[in-house]
């Protein structure tokens, strides 16, 4: 499947099989998110990757719209740091492009899932403070980490067809 064809076709998967996902593949997905731009080339992310089934049955208590995850094997949850480090001198001016960051690393997570025949779905944490301290308490992320995205993966349980949303009333030509 080339780039073009996975963007088109991917879909939320909500259903999944009892089939695990082994590590050389999520190994592939978390290799595809760090290839993401990112402001200043900040690369603020870091990722939980969440087998234990506790964790993942604990996590629709407080994120409501993520009853699949009783069904996933895995979860990867996308966390970003604003005051990322990596870079000193442009820390201030590039940190507030966190989130736009961690989204891209999301997203590439999705489509790399996609490709490689794993379905997923993008549940919101960020900016559901109830979502964010649910996550931090229940996988000790630090103060100054802030979970943005949680991905639930499986093999697929469903198949969707491609959502075809294309609108030319959406698209403007050198001006509005
Ligand atoms: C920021 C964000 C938060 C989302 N949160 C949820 C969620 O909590 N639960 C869920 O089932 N889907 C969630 N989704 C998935 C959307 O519902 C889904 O992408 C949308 O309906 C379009 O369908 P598609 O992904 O199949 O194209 C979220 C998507 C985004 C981008």
């Not at 695990?20 to 290799?31: G, S, V």
């Not at 409501?64 to 995850?69: K, Q």
């Not at 943005?148 to 698209?171: M, T, V, Y």
Request: charge should be positive; include cysteine.
């Amino acid at each position: 499947m080339d780039a073009r064809e996975a963007i088109l076709t991917r879909r939320s998967i909500r259903s999944f099989t009892d089939e695990p996902i082994d590590n050389e593949t999520i190994t592939k997905l978390l290799e595809a998110a760090m290839s993401a731009p990112s402001a200043c080339n900040q690369q603020p992310w870091s990722f939980v990757v969440v087998r234990d089934r506790t964790k993942l049955d604990a996590i629709p208590k407080f994120q409501l719209f993520s009853r699949m995850l009783k069904q996933a094997p895995c979860a990867i949850v996308v966390c970003g740091k604003p005051k990322s480090r990596l870079i000193s001198h442009v820390t201030d001016k590039c940190s507030r492009y966190w989130e736009q960051d961690c989204a891209a690393a999301t997203q590439n997570i999705l489509l790399a899932a996609h490709a490689l025949g794993i379905g997923a779905v993008w549940l919101g944490a960020h900016p559901s403070e109830k979502v964010v301290e649910g996550l931090r308490s229940l996988l000790n992320v630090p103060e100054d980490v802030i979970p943005l995205a949680i991905i639930a993966l499986g093999h697929p349980g469903e198949q969707k067809p491609p959502a075809n949303r294309f609108d030319q009333s959406r698209i403007h030509y050198d001006q509005w």
